[in-house]
């Protein structure tokens, strides 16, 4: 019996050559693992949009037609238009979190299959 608490694991003196080994592991995968960061950055990007957008929608909404309520440019927005963009805006951050997701998958299951190569070869 090992008592209340369980045995400590000792933490690595060093790191560095623990994660140059695991970059080096995933160094084939480098390509997808860039195209998903750069998904992720876009997809972070519009999705940082929603807010602005359903701000405008509320603000039509609780001020329906009242003459104040215009654009920057002075022009009347419309609601419709403003849900076809906040629309657009999600499908667009739903496809780059897709791909992401897709990306970042295949990378990680090559890199395991590559370990379990090399250990059971």
């Known amino acids: ?5 369980p045995p400590m694991v000792p933490k690595p003196q060093n790191v560095i050559p623990t994660m140059s080994r695991l970059l080096s592991m995933a160094r084939p995968e480098r390509h997808l693992m860039i195209l998903s960061a750069i998904t992720m950055a876009f997809g972070s990007a519009v999705t940082l949009s929603v807010p602005t957008y359903a701000g405008k929608i509320i603000d039509i909404a609780i001020v329906k ?6 654009d920057n440019d002075g022009q009347k927005e419309s609601p419709l238009v403003l849900l076809m963009g906040l629309l657009g805006i999600m499908t667009l951050s739903g496809f780059f979190s897709f791909f992401r997701i897709l990306w970042q998958a295949q990378a990680g299951h090559r890199m395991v299959a590559r370990l379990r190569r090399k250990l059971y070869a």
């Open 1 to 5: 019996h090992q008592g209340p608490h």
């Open 65 to 70: 037609n009242d003459d104040n309520a215009t």
